[in-house]
């Protein structure tokens, strides 16, 4: 167990605090007003997630794609347009596992495992994480954003009364 202290500006403390979890088992979060005005202090009691140190290691592996693929191919709009449709073929071959978990292909039968659907999947996700390197230059926190953005109204809606 460890004690955590930050200081933040205020439109950033929910950010901060909806992050914690993914890398630290939260005990105790309390926040309270900062010396300086606009700031929140954060205190937390935590402990280590497990297996939270590979939560950055596919952004890494990312980062080193991109390189790779920076230097082999370049980096011209047309290197970029094909890293597009390499996240729809990636979805064709997540699609053609799941198509053979469930054997509607006759003359294959049951050819896929549940295992392979999953990995052809991470396969969709690395895509896209390499793809959007080439729109963003901090593509790790505006996924992290756009996650905790859906989470937002995700729990809106979850949070709403249910229509009669």
């Known amino acids: 167990m460890f004690e955590i202290y ?3 500006d205020d439109a950033e403390v929910e950010q901060v605090v ?3 979890p993914a890398a630290f088992s939260v005990r105790i979060l309390r926040k309270s ?3 300086e005005p606009g700031r929140t202090r954060v205190h937390l009691t935590a402990d280590h997630q497990p297996g939270s140190a590979d939560l950055a ?6 980062r080193a794609v991109k390189a790779w693929l920076d230097d082999r191919n370049g980096r011209s709009p047309e290197e970029t347009a094909l890293r597009l449709p390499k996240i729809t073929e990636e979805a064709g071959e997540a699609a053609q596992a799941y198509i053979g978990v469930r054997g509607q292909n006759p003359r294959k039968g ?3 495992t549940t295992g392979d659907v999953a990995a052809e999947l991470c396969d969709v ?3 896209a994480m390499v793809a959007l390197h080439d729109f963003s230059d901090h593509p790790a926190r505006l996924l992290a954003d756009t996650a ?7 729990t809106t809606l979850t949070n709403a009364p249910a229509r009669a």
């Open 6 to 8: 930050l200081i933040c």
């Open 18 to 20: 909806n992050a914690l």
């Open 148 to 154: 905790a953005h859906r989470h937002q109204r995700l």
């Open 125 to 127: 996700i690395l895509s």
């Open 33 to 35: 007003p900062a010396a």
């Open 57 to 62: 290691e596919p952004w890494a592996h990312i």
């Open 110 to 112: 049951t050819s896929h």
